[in-house]
């Protein structure tokens, strides 16, 4: 018998992130109004395939609300100025052409090259327990970004932890200690990109390269939004990571399969993405009165935009303006992971729950047998 025949259905979108088996519930949430009211948590919500691109799309609907650029515990501090300036949460016209470079520098990644460069790094760093699968999730990606950047191996480990540090800032969940912490890894991080900045020999074509050449476009962001490019893949990819090993780990068939065709290896992950995606949901505030499905909902309004519950949509990574440039670099390195840790994770007794989040369905993984 199923194992959501056993378990209660979360009470709300955010409970349902951490949840053992909360597809049903989407499912539920996607039968209903695209647009609704829930009194309870005193927001709207956007559900289905049809309110959630309906949300994305609007330009109404906007990633912080009205007059609060930056979160206010995060005003007047190292962690509000890189906040302030990263494209991915904020509009405007101010971030448009900053966002068309960094898009336009990330599509041109030589992805091919960067696969088999994971392979080998992933390779040297096989996981050979359940607490080290857990820390080279959130490793490995990083690792790949900062390689990509241009940061040399020996910086690779303080830019990890920096970074992981760093992305607590970005969590309602966090406590005034990892706040503190965010602050002195936002203060290094920038110190780190400035550093590389001034050694001046980005590699023709790569990603540094092009970003540089549009300095002029991106303005005084450009360091924050390089370290956004590091604080997005922490999460995003260590999810979608650790959700196609949950995936292998119920269907454990696949190994077989996947060793006989390994070129399968893209769509095992495109399928384990969209069935259990990292990213469960994201807010959108009105600006202005927006008319969608036949409901109205006044400026001023928090959406809670439910990603997840957009069936097998592929949502995860955003939609239309709002879709992450990165998703391909993502799903390269997570790919090249998978295939380096196969022979590893097919023998490795696994357990797992889900870290602490409003949004990101990310695995941590104990000793055990969850299949």
């Not at 999810?239 to 060793?259: D, E, K, S, T, Y």
């Not at 095992?268 to 994201?282: G, K």
């Amino acid at each position: 018998m199923p194992l959501a025949d056993f378990v209660i259905d979360p009470a709300d979108p955010f409970s349902a992130v951490t949840h053992a088996a909360p597809y049903g519930y989407y499912r539920r949430l996607a039968d209903g109004p695209p647009l609704r009211f829930d009194a309870q948590l005193d927001c709207w919500l956007a559900t289905g395939t049809a309110g959630v691109q309906a949300v994305l799309a609007h330009p109404a609907c906007r990633v912080r609300p009205p007059g609060q650029a930056v979160p206010q515990n995060l005003a007047g501090t190292p962690c509000g100025a890189i906040f302030a300036e990263l494209v991915r949460m904020n509009d405007g016209e101010r971030h448009a052409v900053p966002k068309q470079v960094l898009a336009r520098a990330l599509g041109q990644a030589d992805l091919a090259r960067l696969h088999g460069r994971v392979v080998d790094l992933a390779g040297d760093r096989v996981p050979g327990s359940a607490a080290q699968l857990n820390d080279a999730m959130f490793e490995l990606p990083l690792f790949a970004m900062a390689d990509l950047l241009g940061f040399a191996p020996a910086q690779w480990p303080a830019l990890g932890a920096w970074t992981r540090a760093f992305v607590a800032c970005l969590s309602p969940l966090s406590n005034g200690e990892q706040l503190a912490g965010a602050q002195e890894a936002a203060d290094a991080l920038l110190q780190g990109f400035a550093a590389l900045l001034c050694e001046g020999d980005a590699r023709p074509g790569s990603v540094l390269h092009d970003i540089v050449a549009g300095a002029d476009a991106m303005g005084g962001g450009m360091l924050a939004n390089l370290v956004g490019l590091l604080s997005q893949t922490c999460d995003a990819t260590a999810g979608l990571l650790g959700n196609a090993i949950v995936a292998l780990r119920a269907q454990p068939q696949l190994f077989a399969q996947l060793r006989a065709a390994p070129e399968r290896w893209p769509a095992m992950l495109r399928e384990a993405s969209r069935h259990d995606p990292a990213i469960h949901n994201t807010r959108r505030y009105t600006a202005d009165a927006v008319a969608l499905h036949g409901v109205r909902i006044p400026a001023g309004q928090m959406i809670v935009v439910v990603l997840a519950s957009a069936g097998y949509a592929e949502l995860g990574f955003g939609h239309g303006r709002h879709a992450c440039p990165g998703q391909s670099i993502a799903h390269t390195i997570a790919t090249a992971c998978l295939l380096a840790w196969a022979g590893a994770l097919e023998g490795m007794p696994l357990a797992w729950a889900y870290l602490p989040s409003l949004n990101a369905r990310i695995p941590v993984f104990a000793q055990g047998d969850n299949a």
